[in-house]
């Protein structure tokens, strides 16, 4: 489905395919498009915080475990990135930094259900470029449905499926100029609804928009940008997966609000930077929103 031609009217779609809100209510609130939120790319407006309170509307959160599924798409031979970001999704569930979404709720029949905080690594498979080296949006989902009808992955409700792409491989909706990564949910061949996200390795294409460093902690630049990428759309797919539970007036989501912005950071023995220790690893990881504080924070 190509969600900006879903939407009826073109200046709401433009403004969809743009990840920016339109005021459509009397009460003068926007209203959150229906499209994949997006992680903005360096130079584009937004992150930091801002002004507007990030507000609950009535969607669902992923409840309790949150199970990361990888699909390496593309060639993956001799680089690090797969140990690295494995490490890091077995590792930051429980984290202090994680535990920053553990205040975001759904309510069902008038109760309050909480995000729990717990992300469990749940395994990984490898697509050789079964779609080429250019992939849309849809494709991309379909790269998961073809993980999960060949029984390469499980079908897992409470799941979100993460298609990791290597440095040679284009996302032509806007990889680069428009987001680095994205969350967003479909129905699978089964009708089973599926959280999934796209996150691509920037290090050739575009390493001033997507990497913060050019020197990564753990000694692979793409890897160590593409984990500052995947913890933001994993924490915003757990607490907003379909785009209508929570972001602010003007459409962005909890790591929305911090993108690009690191709080305090040390040194590493290879001389980049990290904001937190992860396991046996260092990680540079853009801040998340603090709702009880409406901030930014990395704890």
């Excluded at 998961?144 to 040679?168: C, H, K, Q, W």
């Excluded at 997966?241 to 590493?268: L, V």
Aim: charged content about 15%; overall charge negative; some cysteine.
């Amino acid at each position: 489905m190509n969600r900006c031609l879903a939407l009826a009217f073109p200046l709401f779609a433009f403004a969809a395919c743009m990840n920016q809100s339109v005021d459509t209510s009397s009460t003068g609130e926007a209203i959150q498009s229906e499209l994949k939120p997006s992680h903005h790319v360096k130079n584009q407006a937004g992150g930091g915080g801002g002004g507007a309170q990030i507000k609950y509307h009535n969607g669902p959160v992923i409840e309790g475990t949150v199970n990361v599924y990888f699909v390496w798409y593309g060639n993956w031979s001799g680089n690090t990135a797969p140990a690295i970001l494995t490490d890091l999704a077995s590792s930051i569930g429980g984290s202090p930094y994680y535990k920053i979404n553990t205040p975001y709720y759904d309510v069902i029949s008038n109760v309050k259900h909480f995000v729990s905080g717990a992300v469990h690594y749940a395994g990984s498979t490898t697509d050789n470029y079964s779609y080429g080296t250019t992939l849309d949006d849809n494709t991309v989902f379909a790269v998961v449905d073809d993980a999960v009808t060949s029984g390469r992955l499980p079908e897992d409700t409470n799941g979100i499926y993460f298609v990791m792409t290597s440095a040679d491989v284009q996302e032509s909706s806007g990889f680069c100029t428009q987001y680095c990564g994205w969350h967003w949910y479909d129905i699978d061949s089964n009708g089973k609804e599926l959280r999934y996200a796209f996150v691509g390795d920037a290090s050739t294409q575009c390493p001033s928009g997507c990497m913060e460093q050019t020197t990564g902690p753990n000694g692979n630049a793409g890897a160590d940008g593409m984990a500052s990428v995947f913890s933001h759309e994993l924490e915003e797919a757990n607490t907003d997966p379909r785009g209508t539970a929570w972001y602010d007036a003007r459409g962005q989501e909890n790591a929305d609000k911090c993108a690009w912005t690191f709080g305090t950071t040390y040194k590493t023995a290879n001389g980049a930077l990290a904001n937190m220790k992860l396991g046996a690893r260092d990680f540079l990881i853009q801040r998340n929103w603090k709702l009880s504080t409406q901030s930014c924070g990395l704890n």
